[in-house]
């Protein structure tokens, strides 16, 4: 073809121009078409995930508060060693005061307390104090002011303030992620937070183990339930997905208050099992408010997502091999495990990544009826966002989280091969 | 629905929301009793007088602080008039999110003549805060599983022998940390003296681990009287109103224990940044709304206590009961032999560092 076309010069399409460039052109407005066809979902992908997850990744690393608040003072302290020990210079004070005063007027000082205070308690406090008084200096005659600072909060004359501001001053900060692997920026670079802060590795390790415990809990349950599924007569199995589907569609709240009445220490569960005489009255079993609770409510909350995909590929394989297996002499259990199993695999595939990725992010089930020990980093990224008003870490864990979710995609598709999963 | 009717009524629905805006006024509030209590004392009467003026609630302050830091950060606030506790005033003020107000000129004097300041007093928290009932976090206890001897001391909470069973407690360490110093044998007037000291926060989480495992952990306000009416615990704190509910409407065999309740502020404050318009129209309602009668005319609903000095003696009967409401409120003497004061400018510094603290705590 290329040789042809070398030998004979361009071949010509009906109008004369070159086939080639005909060619392309028509292919040119056919992805014209398409890219205008998809062009909705598109721009709907984009605004509402590419860029708030965008948004939400650069907000874990974004920290320009220190620098656009204090200007003058960051660059104060540029010359300062915050190893010496030594308070700084009066320039750096005075360069504080010049700042500050511009930062009370626009009401930014308290914003900047808040934001240091989460790394060192009692900075919230040493602004806002603070501000009320430094808001009367005068920068032009009031001076020297370290003194003076010093006096109205003894804060100021503290090096670990200081050290603080320096240290967090840079626009681009690791320190979010830091802090939430249970670690903190210092002068003398990343340390470990203080044993009895630690909480939020604890928190994802609990996270992933316990998902895992979910995901195996719904394979186990919804085998046979999506193999009868597939197995029965259609009036039969239509039945039965009814059974499936009806819990699905009721609101997930709902099925999360009923297992509260049904686990709590008085509940139906507890009060058949003492009727029965299994269990004394004054030895009721605690089975919720702790992980067992998360993981009961949770497995049941998303069996559907597992037994969904397994029906749809376990109905897809053919009868007619198991006839087959059997008619030449192999057992009912052979059968099962050398000709069906190995077909339903794709089925278990997909059901467990769904149940796995669900699982991993879910709160408002934990929230409700996991106590204190069966809750999961989501419930900490809750706090963050709507009572701590920490958005920096909350966005640092919600990155984490989702790095840790790929991470296991790509895993996982090393270990089965996403070319194994199959929806149906 | 057919496509065609979807996009009716759809057109339909926007048309309306276009008419309707603007005279809608939103209100933010925290719904169920507390929100109905609030429709009939304030918003229903106001609407009469002002028919031009469609009130709407929206039911979000508990995340009123992340929101309005979100609309401000996209410079589209929708909110008129937001109900929060007092801390997250504090906040909101601090960070420029709610607007000041001069109580003498934007409130009501008492029908005396003594000016709003004087009469909203001590309880003007901050300058953007306009503080509408004082309510409690007290505990409350099943009057049949306590044995002869009911609890009447806070030290009861901590007392296993003689009060077997579970208690509820909330998620968080205000209000738990104090009461476990307290019972811990610290002075009233030193326990936020002793809770800023890392030594003050490991006595109290010691103190708290002695009932650590007979505590149920509640985060919603409507927990600890579903679990008290289940008989799941044998007492647990929450808000008084909440109780008074469970006792005086659903006829529990609850009680309360008044001993070292902890009073808070709820109230309003209007957005910064509002349109002048807008602004104009939230302060006429705030106007309304927080003078003497209106304030004392929510007591009827609820069993919180109006933040002036001059509602109280204006306090009525029930609106439904029939039964005196002055003795339920928090504030009555006789509930309020022994109560506790809420440290808002301390929390406001120390709740990360000792939520961190105690999240570890509760993990362990």
Redesign the interface.
């Known amino acids: 073809m290329t040789d042809a076309s070398q030998t004979a010069g361009p071949m010509l399409a009906a109008d004369g121009t070159p086939l080639k460039q005909s060619l392309a052109r028509s292919l040119r407005r056919q992805k014209l078409r398409a890219l205008f066809l998809i062009a909705p979902l598109l721009i709907f992908v984009l605004v509402s995930f590419i860029v708030p997850i965008g948004s939400m990744l650069f907000r874990s690393v974004e920290n320009s508060i220190v620098r656009d608040t204090l200007p003058l003072t960051v660059d104060a302290l540029q010359s300062w060693d915050e190893k010496s020990g030594e308070l700084p210079d009066e320039n750096v004070y005075e360069a504080f005061v010049r700042d500050m005063i511009v930062a009370i007027e ?3 000082h ?2 900047l ?2 934001r240091l ?2 790394e060192e ?2 900075m ?2 040493l602004f ?1 104090r603070s501000g009320r008084q430094i808001k009367k200096l005068d920068p032009e005659t009031d001076g020297p002011f370290k003194e003076k600072l010093i006096d109205i909060h003894d804060g100021w004359g503290d090096v670990k303030t200081w050290q603080v501001i320096k240290t967090h001053s840079v626009p681009i900060t690791n320190g979010y992620f830091l802090n939430a692997v249970d670690m903190r920026r210092t002068p003398d670079g990343p340390r470990m937070q203080p044993e ?4 939020l590795v ?2 994802f390790g609990r996270t992933l183990f316990m998902s895992l415990v979910i995901t195996g809990a719904c394979i186990l349950l919804a085998y046979p339930v999506s193999y009868l599924l597939a197995t029965q007569p259609t009036r039969v199995s239509n039945m039965l997905m009814i059974l499936v589907l009806l819990p699905f569609w009721t609101s997930l709240l709902v099925r999360t208050s009923a297992w509260k009445v049904m686990l ?4 139906v569960i507890n009060d058949t099992l003492v009727w029965l005489g299994l269990v004394a009255d004054d030895a009721r079993l605690i089975i919720i ?1 702790n992980q067992i609770g998360t993981i009961i409510a949770m497995t049941h909350i998303l069996l559907p997502f597992m037994i969904l995909p397994m029906y749809s590929v376990m109905q897809t394989i053919p009868p007619s091999y198991t006839r087959a297996a059997k008619s030449m002499g192999a057992t009912n259990w052979t059968t099962f495990w050398r000709i069906y199993f190995p077909q339903s695999i794709p089925g278990i595939g997909a059901g467990s990544i769904l149940v796995f990725i669900l699982a991993i992010g879910y709160y408002i089930t934990p ?1 409700i009826v996991g ?3 069966g809750v999961f980093i989501s419930n ?1 990224i809750a ?1 963050h ?6 958005w920096g870490l909350a966005a640092a864990l919600g990155t984490i989280l989702l790095a840790v979710v790929l991470i296991l995609y790509w895993v996982y598709d090393k270990i089965v091969g996403i070319d194994n999963v199959k929806l149906g | 629905m057919k496509p065609t009717n979807f996009l009716l009524s759809a057109a339909a629905a926007a048309i309306t929301a276009g008419a309707a805006s603007a005279e809608d006024m939103t209100l933010v509030s925290w719904g169920g009793a507390y929100q109905a209590s609030q429709q009939k004392a304030y918003a229903e009467p106001y609407m009469e007088m002002h028919p031009d003026v469609n009130i709407v609630w929206d039911e979000s302050s508990a995340e009123a602080v992340a929101k309005l830091r979100a609309m401000n950060e996209a410079g589209n606030i929708t909110w008129d008039v937001v109900d929060v506790v007092a801390s997250d005033a504090i906040r909101l003020c601090d960070e420029g999110l709610a607007m000041e107000i001069d109580p003498d000129t934007h409130l009501a004097p008492a029908p005396d003549g003594t000016p709003a300041s004087e009469d909203f007093g001590d309880l003007l928290v901050s300058e953007c805060f306009i503080p509408q009932i004082v309510y409690s976090t007290t505990f409350g206890y099943r009057t049949d599983l306590v044995g002869d001897t009911p609890p009447d001391d806070i030290c009861d909470v901590f007392d296993l022998e003689a009060y077997p069973g579970k208690r509820s407690l909330e998620k968080r360490p205000i209000n738990n940390m104090e009461w476990a110093l307290l019972c811990d044998g610290v002075p009233k007037d030193e326990v936020y003296d002793v809770l800023a000291t890392d030594e003050g926060q490991d006595r109290a989480l010691k103190k708290l681990d002695t009932i650590k495992d007979s505590v149920v952990w509640w985060s919603a306000g409507a927990d600890t009287p579903q679990l008290l009416a289940d008989g799941e615990v044998v007492m647990g704190s929450t808000y008084n109103g909440r109780l008074f509910s469970l006792i005086e409407e659903q006829k529990q065999p609850v009680a309360m224990l008044w001993d070292a309740q902890v009073f808070d502020l709820d109230g309003w404050i209007i957005p910064a940044g509002l349109s002048e318009e807008r602004k104009q129209r939230a302060l006429d309602f705030i106007y309304f709304a927080t003078d003497t009668q209106r304030l004392a005319d929510q007591a009827k609903y609820i069993s919180y206590g109006p933040a002036r000095k001059s509602s109280a003696p204006l306090v009525g009967k029930h609106a439904e009961l029939g039964i005196d409401m002055a003795p339920h409120m928090p504030t009555d003497p006789n509930n309020a032999k022994n109560t506790f004061l809420y440290n808002y400018e301390f929390w406001a510094d120390y709740r990360d560092d000792i939520d961190a603290k105690f999240q570890a705590w509760l993990a362990q």
């Open positions: 626009n009401k930014e308290t914003r307390g808040s205070n989460y308690t009692g919230s406090s806002r009895d802060k630690r909480i604890k928190l709590q220490q008085q509940g408010n929230e106590g204190t020990k900490r706090y966002i709507s009572s701590s008003l920490n």
